[in-house]
């Protein structure tokens, strides 16, 4: 069936770090990926997404490309700060299905 | 800017007891959403629901669980007899259409079921 593997947190880097959060999936078809953030209390907030091969999704200055030949959509971001500081969660989608399927999460720490 | 609100914040229950876990999607909204997350696991998908009926559930969501639009703003999951596994956060979503839409979730109710 469909999944999605991320790599485990916690992640913690000095603000300004380069971020790579590592996301590989497994799809029957040709899904939809997303980025979804959640900040402390608060529910999942889409990031980004992107719905087919070679796309690039970016926001926030978070950037993920979808690619098909690696089934990867790692997220990056050029410079942290301590405001990025959230549990992040990779997730896909199939075409005319309901459900979004998730990674287990990121948690990520920026220190000042 | 609308969103998918969530009530209560927290639930504890007894072992056995119904409760009902409470959501407003964003008003114009068609399809709703119900997750799950077990502390330190995966967001897993409950259940679906457009036009009045499931679209779609995992095999999760049993006999024991149920979902309900009462009225026009409302959007209810009830748990009949709880087990100490579902002690989980739930979180609630609407989209507007299916297709490629975003998925708006709230902030999710924590259930401590003991």
């Known amino acids: 069936g469909n999944s999605v593997t991320q790599m485990e947190g916690p992640v913690t880097l000095s603000e300004e770090a380069f971020l790579t959060i590592n996301c590989t999936y497994t799809?029957?078809?040709?899904?939809?990926l997303f980025w979804y953030v959640q900040y402390p209390g608060e529910g999942l907030q889409l990031l980004l997404k992107?719905?087919?091969?070679?796309d690039k999704g970016s926001n926030k200055g978070f950037e993920a490309t979808y690619r098909k030949e690696t089934t990867s959509f790692h997220l990056e971001k050029g410079s942290v700060q301590v405001s990025d500081s959230a549990v992040y969660f990779c997730a896909l989608r199939e075409n005319r299905d309901d459900k979004i399927i998730f990674g287990k999460g990121t948690r990520l720490h920026i220190l000042p | 800017e609308p969103e998918v609100t969530q009530t209560p914040s927290h639930q504890v229950t007894q072992m056995g007891q119904e409760v009902i876990l409470r959501c407003v999607p964003i008003s114009n909204h068609l399809y709703f959403y119900w997750y799950r997350q077990i502390l330190g696991q995966k967001v897993e998908f409950l259940v679906s629901f457009y036009n009045n009926e499931i679209s779609e559930k995992s095999e999760i969501f049993d006999d024991q669980f149920s979902v309900e639009r009462p009225d026009g703003s409302n959007f209810t999951l009830k748990i009949r007899s709880t087990k100490l596994e579902d002690s989980a956060m739930y979180f609630c979503a609407s989209s507007m259409t299916l297709n490629y839409n975003e998925q708006f979730f709230g902030p999710g109710t924590r259930l401590t079921v003991l």
């Open positions: 799809a029957t078809g040709y899904p939809s």
């Open positions: 992107a719905t087919k091969a070679d």
